[in-house]
């Protein structure tokens, strides 16, 4: 959006200063490429192997320079001058130093996502399409767009409510009666939405996912405790093919689609278990597919703008941990944590038979899979 235009009016006739008005055009304005080519009569680039890391890096669109932080790179700095000052040679040294430490920065963010970036190449060469410069949410949209063919545009509607499945038990009155209202296209959550409190733990629903509340804690076992986390496999893409939701905008085709793309997955990652190299593709692209595609139903700008199915998506996860919390709590099963599609428990070992029964018992009754993961310990400042 920034560099490649500017290159090209660089390497054209603009000047210093005429370069410094379109920077700040695109900057100020948001200017989007072809709107600058238009503007500036600029003929756009007919061949550059250019892509973009800030999609596809896992915290999308934080600074360069926050992930030089995170990256403990050596040196991190800010523009050494006002980006309007007019600079003298020594300054301009100094600049240039700051860009090549910049790049140096871009460079090591390249090496830390090589992975994410290969796993592009390889699904874009699957697809017929360059997919480097996209996101999770990308991707997904571009991988289901392409199998499913045809879409229509779908506007937002004025409320929603939540229709409760059958397995769902206990008392969800207040959701099941409440008209969440939209906002530019986005669910609203209602401030008064309750807080749930299970033993001395407490709750949060959001339109993410669940989330325990807890602050700095450790939680260290004894000798004779066990400390174990539950996550559901492919929560939410099992919760959509469960209820059977689609965006209206694609219709029912949605479902032999992503059930494909699901089935898919699960048998690729058996595979890569193996060390099958294909298959681990596959499954990281897939998982993607499935996952990435949820950021989308939320976006009034995409064709699998879906807002009711996020909310029944997110609140069924929501409710169905709180059923499995619940359950646990009443046979003296502690819940410790928990974050949108599993949970941390501790318990004496003697009871972690009854814990699995437990776990068995609510996986029968609403067709989820979990998978367990045994802690030494949990350190958390917070549930995230």
């Known amino acids: 959006n920034y560099d490649i235009p500017l290159i090209k009016a660089a390497l054209g006739s603009s000047t ?71 600079l003298t040679e ?21 090496e830390q996502i090589k992975d994410r970036i290969d796993l592009r190449i390889k699904l874009g060469e699957k697809y017929g399409m360059d997919l480097r410069s996209k996101s999770d949410a990308q991707i997904a949209e571009a991988i289901i767009k392409s199998e499913v063919g ?20 206990g008392d969800t009155t207040f959701i099941e009666n409440h008209k969440f ?23 949060k629903f959001g ?3 669940i989330h325990s509340t807890e602050k700095s804690q450790t939680v260290i076992p004894n000798a004779d405790e066990i400390l174990v986390d539950r996550d559901v496999v ?19 085709k949605f479902l032999p689609v992503y059930r ?5 997955r699960l048998a690729a990652k058996e595979k890569a278990k193996k060390g099958d190299v294909e298959a681990a593709t596959v499954r990281d692209g897939y998982k993607i597919a499935l996952n990435g595609s949820y950021g989308k139903f939320g976006s009034p700008y995409s064709f699998l703008y879906a807002p009711e199915l996020l909310l029944q998506t997110t609140l069924t996860g929501q409710l169905a941990l709180l059923m499995l919390i619940q ?46 993961t045994e802690y030494r310990s949990l350190h958390s400042r917070d549930v995230n």
């Not at 045809?150 to 038990?169: A, G, L």
């Not at 609510?362 to 979990?370: I, K, Q, Y």
Request: hydrophobic content about 35%; glycine content about 6%.
């Open 327 to 372: 359950a646990l709590h009443d046979k003296g099963i502690t819940t410790v944590s928990a974050n949108t599609d599993g949970f941390v428990s501790i318990m004496p070992r003697a009871k972690h038979d009854e814990y699995d029964s437990i776990c068995l018992d609510w996986e029968l009754a609403t067709g989820f899979v979990l998978e367990e």
């Open 207 to 209: 339109i993410g996912g």
């Open 181 to 203: 209202l939209m906002h530019k296209g986005k669910i609203q959550l209602p401030k008064d939405m309750p807080l749930v409190k299970i033993g001395d733990m407490t709750y």
């Open 150 to 169: 045809s879409v229509e545009s779908t506007s937002p509607p004025e409320s929603i409510i939540y229709k409760k499945p059958d397995f769902i038990t």
């Open 260 to 264: 494909n793309i699901f089935n898919t």
């Open 90 to 110: 020594d300054q301009k040294l100094n600049v240039i130093k700051y860009c090549f430490n910049d790049i140096t920065t871009t460079e090591a963010l390249y």
């Open 16 to 86: 210093s200063d005429e370069l410094f008005r379109m920077s700040k055009d695109i900057i100020g304005n948001r200017l989007t490429p072809w709107a600058f080519y238009t503007d500036y009569g600029i003929k756009p680039p007919s061949k550059i192997d250019h892509f973009d890391l800030s999609q596809p890096a896992p915290a999308v669109m934080i600074s360069l320079k926050m992930y030089g932080a995170r990256m403990h790179m050596r040196k991190l700095q800010d523009l050494p001058y006002a980006f309007d000052s007019h």
């Open 234 to 252: 492919s929560y939410y893409p099992s919760i959509i093919l469960g209820l059977g939701l689609y965006p209206e905008g694609v219709g029912e």
